[in-house]
């Protein structure tokens, strides 16, 4: 580790021209530290209400600030503004009908639809990294848990570094998503040798500190990992689960949970709710799990529709 103080400068990622003229850009964050090391590529906000990536980015700035690195990182705080500054999930379909949700795109097209452009501009920042960090966050009624590409075993050694307690097995390296990936970023970079990971934090749409701050130390783990920060990466033993199985429910109504929690070890038939008819107030379906599985999220309680899911169970690797 030679490691050398910190060179911090902004660059300004120009992601599209809208019809009146006005060029949408996104700010991209370099602390350069000893050349010869590693390039780590840190980014938030793909969907829009996930807004504890960001918060967790600028309290990670501070620290990077007044450090010494060997290598490089590289932070996009808003990787999609359009979502973000509409307070939504996905970007507004008024803006790109067909391609809403930028992490299904990636690589992106440089002469594609709006979307496919703007994530083009990151992936062409992104794709020279050693490993990539792509920060997301669940509803509140999901187990925080940090996803791994299948079978990308360099992944997984960064999914462990990053040291919360669950992690999900998922997707496949797959290098365009035409060819069956899901086109996340994660997959893409699998498939061009990038370890990479997605770190689902606690709640969406509201900053919250314990959120914030396994993000970051996530982040340095994994920036310790690479090596690109000095000092040993905590042992971490995390349950790894697999093979994610939607509850759907079969009828239209209010759900209402019972007392399991995210998180809990759930037999098959096991009770998670019920549907009920709000105007005759009757029971119309019972609703149970199929399986045998660690409770990953769970609706609390709201109006639902046939075939809607309310919850997931994953299968716990050696159980
Ligand atoms: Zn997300």
């Not at 045998?292 to 809607?308: A, I, Q």
Request: hydrophobic residues 35%.
């Amino acid at each position: 580790m030679t490691g050398r103080d910190v060179s911090h400068t902004v660059e300004s990622v120009p992601l599209a021209r809208l019809p009146s003229g006005r060029t949408v850009e996104t700010l991209l964050h370099r602390y350069r530290g000893d050349p010869s090391g590693p390039t780590v590529y840190l980014q938030a906000l793909q969907h829009g209400g996930e807004v504890n990536g960001a918060a967790v980015l600028r309290r990670l700035h501070e620290r990077l600030r007044n450090t010494t690195l060997d290598g490089e990182v590289l932070a996009v705080p808003v990787a999609n503004p359009f979502a973000f500054d509409h307070r939504v999930y996905m970007s507004p379909t008024r803006l790109d009908a067909i391609n809403s949700n930028m992490n299904r795109i990636w690589p992106g097209d440089p002469a594609g639809t709006l979307m496919e452009r703007l994530v083009d501009s990151l992936w062409q920042r992104a794709k020279d990294a050693d490993a990539i960090v792509d920060l997301h966050t669940g509803g509140p009624y999901m187990c925080s848990h940090t996803r791994f590409t299948s079978g990308d075993s360099r992944s997984k050694e960064l999914a462990e570094a990053f040291g919360v307690e669950l992690l999900v097995e998922d997707g496949s390296p797959v290098s365009n998503p035409a060819n069956g990936g899901q086109g996340k970023i994660r997959e893409v970079a699998a498939a061009a040798g990038i370890p990479a990971i997605t770190p689902e934090l606690a709640h969406s749409r509201e900053i919250v500190e314990s959120a914030v701050e396994s993000g970051v130390s996530g982040i340095e783990d994994v920036l310790r990992e690479m090596g690109v920060l000095d000092g040993p990466v905590p042992d971490h033993e995390p349950t790894v689960g697999t093979d994610k199985q939607s509850v759907f429910i079969e009828e239209s109504g209010l759900f209402r949970s019972t007392t399991v929690s995210v998180g809990d070890r759930l037999q098959a038939g096991t009770e998670i709710g019920e549907v009920f008819d709000p105007t005759s107030f009757e029971r119309l379906q019972t609703v149970r799990t199929e399986r045998e599985g660690l409770l990953l999220s769970l609706n609390r309680g709201s109006t639902v529709m046939e075939g809607e899911s309310v919850g997931s169970l994953i299968s716990i690797e050696g159980e």
